[in-house]
């Protein structure tokens, strides 16, 4: 069974304190891995994709990497605003669909 | 551009009771799914339609039903409602069936007491 597991599930940091989320995940036939925000009371917002072990994608101060097994999203010099809810997901195929599997995400805090 | 939107943003029914939640997916997306959310979770897939057509289910049972109109919008159905069925319902829609990022409304927020 596709299975999706976030560390740690909160986190506090202080302005300007980078950090890193986990996310490691088990699925057969990776067709992307999905990263997203969300705040309180909206719906998720997209952030990345990667597709392949070794890929990199950068935005703003918020850069995502890619392994076989997890994937990590770093978080360099954070602002307040950073703070939301961050969400991994994997894309499988199963039965002939394709469903984003979710983990439970990793809720982050930036105090000024 | 518009996102994806979704009616009513928040419902509130009792239990026995069966509700129809709405999404209409960004202009040119073909592909529609649909998520549950509950308090401190991640959303779970419940289904996706491409083309009108169901394209794939999630574990949740035949209470849980819904279509796709020729214009890609498309209806969530849930009969019989439970208390457990509260939780927000996200809709989100990418451009083809695979491999694309699926981008999310802001759900609708349905209470059952």
């Known amino acids: 069974e596709d299975q999706v597991t976030q560390s740690p599930e909160a986190l506090r940091l202080q302005e300007g304190e980078s950090s890193s989320l986990n996310c490691s995940y088990t699925?057969?036939?990776?067709?992307?891995l999905f990263w997203y925000r969300q705040d309180p009371g909206k719906g998720p917002e997209f952030l990345f994709t990667?597709?392949?072990a070794g890929e990199e994608k950068e935005k703003e101060r918020l850069k995502a990497t890619l392994t076989k097994k997890e994937s990590f999203l770093h978080i360099t010099a954070p602002k307040p605003e950073d703070s939301a809810t961050y969400l991994c997901?994997?894309?499988?195929?199963?039965?002939?669909?394709?469903?984003?599997?979710f983990g439970k995400g990793t809720k982050l805090t930036v105090n000024p | 551009d518009a996102g994806v939107t979704q009616s009513p943003t928040h419902l509130i029914k009792t239990r026995g009771q069966h509700v129809t939640l709405r999404c209409s997916p960004i202009?040119?997306?073909?592909?529609v799914s649909w998520y549950q959310q509950v308090l401190g979770q991640g959303p779970q897939f419940i289904f996706q339609?491409?083309?009108?057509?169901?394209?794939g289910r999630g574990n949740f049972p035949d209470r849980f039903s819904a279509r796709q109109f020729p214009n890609y919008s498309s209806e969530l159905n849930v009969n019989a409602l439970l208390l457990g069925d509260s939780a927000l319902y996200l809709c989100?829609?990418?451009?083809?069936?695979?491999?694309?990022?699926?981008?999310f409304g802001d759900g609708t927020r349905l209470s059952i007491l």
């Open positions: 989100a829609s990418s451009l083809e069936r695979f491999n694309q990022p699926q981008h």
């Open positions: 699925v057969s036939g990776l067709r992307g």
């Open positions: 990667l597709y392949s």
């Open positions: 997901a994997v894309g499988g195929f199963q039965g002939g669909s394709e469903k984003l599997v």
């Open positions: 202009s040119g997306h073909k592909s």
């Open positions: 339609y491409y083309e009108k057509e169901e394209r």
